[in-house]
């Protein structure tokens, strides 16, 4: 009995409802039509008469519009963000207010002279919903969602989430009453979160503290699967035309895909654009990275990029690079333009560590130095550039390459002469001589002088013995005989070290220099008599050794050696004043050594050779008797070099 008497009040009360809520309304409008006029007599402007025609402004702009007008004061609820468009002409602002919150369903209350306007909420709108068991699971172990839900409130959904996970999922004002479907059994929270959104067509952003935030996607928004194989947004491609091009038409038949998305926090963009203005990509890239930027020049020219997934900062130096334009960043603000104008040049000091700025400044290619500054600063070995970033930036890096520890050579030069010479000299020579004595060698080799008394005595003794009487020398007479032979081994040392940078040249040069006269005789002819003159002119001669070397190390400690040794000797000094003769050795090669390694240059072999004999006319000649009458000199001699090197590489 009593369910039947449950069912009736609950049919009766459905249907008076309606009538009800009718009533309602129409009690409601002459209800704020009473609160108004209440207001009149401190508020006389509720009943002033007022012009507006305004359309497509959101509600707040069209009270505030009725505020100024009338000198009212009128207080809107935060939720009332929907755009009206009326016009009305000399109508009193309490019709104007009753007949937006009949229209738009508003409810208006007053507090003294305050208006309040807020959304009306019906009474039948106060009856409690019947409650609806949102299905979710959590695992705390293992981190995981469970999720089964079908048209439910994504308020309530995140409520739910956030009471059995102890982890804070929020939902903005603007999607209280959004609806969202969707099942998942056992999966990751923050991929359960992810997909949640996907399917529902919002998107979901754990913030730096960890906090959950479901937000709307913007009008040029959607969500796609990127290449890594996740869920992330982009721009919808947009054709580009005269109004990207500005004023005047500067357009372009290319077309612009722009997309975002948020990796570790950070916000790239994918850019794949054909011949598009670069001031319209500036433009699309700032406002879809939310960077507050400042022009201060004309952005001319076109540009194709194609581009994945860089960061603002990246993108504005490849659009920039190889313009006249640059950007620089202040307090998070942008600032672009040409490189030229005040307060867009850059100016960076860099100083060298290893090399000077002599060389480095040569090795800088000539295009780049184009609308760059380049100071030079010997005393630190620093050089100033000033001029556009992003050239800076390039020139900076070349600078730090080249900027490295240049090795040192340290080459070791050992010269090796080796003379070899032999002399033979034999015969019998006299003659007469004053005040010659008896004397000599006879060993090692035989050089020995008979004076007269000598060779009178053996004269004598010789007679005895023969009975033969030969008859004495004058007194000054003498006779010398000579059988001599010698050897000698000479080696001549050099060993001169040289310390060279890598690629450049070690010379040496040492060496003597020697004068020789020069004699000119002239003769001026004239009417009386000839007249010679005679002029000595002292002329040089040099022997010299001279050693260039010039290493350069690769990069596996090898060195690769040009050498160049030209060595000249005199061989003898003349002394009636004409030029001495000289020996020359030259080396000339380009070898390729490790590191300490020792090489062998030269073994060039120089052979001299003499034969002179003196003595008496055809006697000289006639076998057996010409080693009587006649002396002999024999010379054999050889001249070896050799060159020995070493480099070392110092660091």
Avoid at 478 to 503: C, F, H, I, Q, W
Avoid at 511 to 530: E, H, L
Avoid at 532 to 555: D, F, H, M, R, W
Wanted: charged share 20%; aromatic share 6%.
């Amino acid at each position: 009995m009593y369910k039947k008497i449950t069912c009736s009040l609950f049919v009766v009360s459905f249907l008076l409802c309606p009538l009800i809520t009718l009533a309602q309304k129409q009690d409601r409008i002459q209800i704020i039509q009473q609160r108004l006029e209440d207001i009149a007599v401190s508020v006389p402007g509720i009943n002033q008469n007022v012009n507006l025609q305004l359309t497509g402004i959101p509600i707040r702009d069209y009270l505030n519009a009725l505020n100024k007008a009338n000198k009212l004061s009128i207080s809107i609820d935060p939720q009332l963000t929907f755009i009206v468009s009326e016009t009305v002409n000399n109508v009193p602002a309490s019709n104007v207010l009753a007949f937006l919150a009949k229209k738009y369903n508003l409810d208006i209350n007053t507090v003294g002279s305050i208006i309040y306007i807020t959304p009306y909420i019906s009474p039948v709108q106060i009856i409690p919903a019947i409650f609806k068991d949102i299905k979710v699971k959590y695992s705390q172990l293992e981190n995981t969602l469970s999720l089964d839900l079908s048209n439910d409130s994504l308020e309530s959904v995140a409520k739910k989430i956030s009471i059995v996970s102890g982890k804070n999922v929020q939902v903005p004002v603007t999607m209280q009453g959004k609806k969202v479907t969707g099942f998942f059994a056992s999966a990751s929270f923050d991929a359960t979160l992810e997909k949640l959104a996907f399917v529902n067509e919002i998107k979901m952003v754990k913030t730096s503290d960890n906090f959950y935030l479901f937000q709307p996607l913007d009008p040029d928004e959607q969500l796609y699967i990127n290449g890594d194989k996740n869920t992330s947004s982009k721009r919808i491609y947009k054709p580009v035309g005269n109004t990207l091009g500005g004023p005047g038409g500067n357009a372009s038949n290319g077309a612009i895909g722009l997309f975002v998305k948020t990796i570790g926090g950070q916000k790239l963009i994918t850019i794949d654009a054909t011949n598009i203005p670069i001031a319209d990509l500036v433009k699309q890239a700032s406002q879809a990275l939310s960077k507050a930027t400042v022009t201060y020049s004309d952005i001319k020219g076109n540009i194709t990029l194609h581009i994945n997934d860089i960061s603002y900062d990246s993108f504005l130096n490849i659009l920039f690079k190889g313009t006249d334009y640059t950007f620089h960043t202040e307090n998070g603000i942008y600032m672009i333009g040409d490189s030229k104008l005040e307060g867009l040049r850059v100016s960076k000091a860099v100083q060298l560590q290893h090399r000077s700025i002599d060389t480095i400044v040569t090795m800088i290619p000539t295009e780049w130095k184009k609308g760059i500054e380049i100071k030079e600063f010997r005393e630190q070995n620093t050089l100033l550039f000033s001029g556009a970033s992003s050239r800076i930036a390039e020139i900076e890096s070349l600078v730090k390459q080249l900027d490295v520890l240049v090795p040192v050579v340290l080459i070791e030069v050992t010269l090796i002469d080796v003379h070899k010479s032999r002399t033979v000299a034999t015969g019998i020579s006299a003659g007469v001589s004053d005040s010659i004595k008896t004397g000599g060698t006879l060993l090692p080799g035989m050089d020995f002088t008979f004076s007269a008394r000598s060779i009178n005595g053996l004269l004598d003794k010789v007679g005895s013995l023969t009975s033969v009487n030969l008859g004495h020398v004058v007194p000054n007479f003498y006779v010398n005989l000579k059988a001599l032979e010698s050897n000698s081994n000479v080696d001549v040392r050099s060993v001169p070290k040289l310390t060279a940078l890598n690629g450049h040249s070690a010379t040496l040069s040492i060496g003597n220099k020697v004068y020789y006269k020069n004699t000119t005789q002239n003769v001026i002819p004239s009417s009386a008599t000839t007249i010679t003159t005679l002029s000595n002119s002292y002329s040089e001669s040099e022997a010299n050794l001279k050693i260039v070397i010039k290493p350069q190390v690769s990069g596996d400690d090898q060195v690769t050696l040009g050498i160049n040794i030209d060595i000249s000797d005199f061989t003898s000094i003349p002394t009636d004043g004409s030029p001495p003769p000289t020996a020359t050795s030259k080396f000339q090669s380009s070898i390729r050594v490790n590191n300490e390694d020792m090489i062998v240059l030269g073994g060039i072999e120089r052979t001299e050779r003499s034969d002179s004999a003196s003595g008496i006319p055809l006697l000289s000649r006639i076998p057996v008797l010409k080693w009587i009458f006649s002396s002999k000199k024999k010379t054999n001699g050889k001249i070896v070099t050799l060159v020995f090197i070493k480099p070392t590489i110092m660091r």
